[in-house]
């Protein structure tokens, strides 16, 4: 199995010993970037702290340790959150 095998559908920010999504939660798929194929939990999130998009730190972006990858949701699927960037 290699990293993105790995990754996809693991949920961002979760327990590596408990990394599956969890019933009765909300979650939006991350496409793009380097938090590709995770699951975002958005089932404390509201519409409008949402429709401007997220900036989820990472590691792993252009950035490094402190920075943040920059996700909005897609037009006309919401299910889907694309990348938009990195920022420091």
Known sequence: MDELE???GRV???DHDDPGPRDGRLYVELAG???DGLLLDITDRSE???C????????IGRYGAGG???YV???GRGSV???RGDVP
């Open 52 to 59: 401007g998009g997220v900036g989820l730190p990472t590691e």
């Open 68 to 70: 943040r990858a920059l």
């Open 73 to 75: 949701p897609r037009v």
């Open 48 to 50: 409008a702290e949402l």
């Open 33 to 35: 970037g380097p938090l």
């Open 81 to 83: 959150f694309d990348w």
């Open 6 to 8: 790995f990754m996809r």
């Open 12 to 14: 961002y920010g979760a």
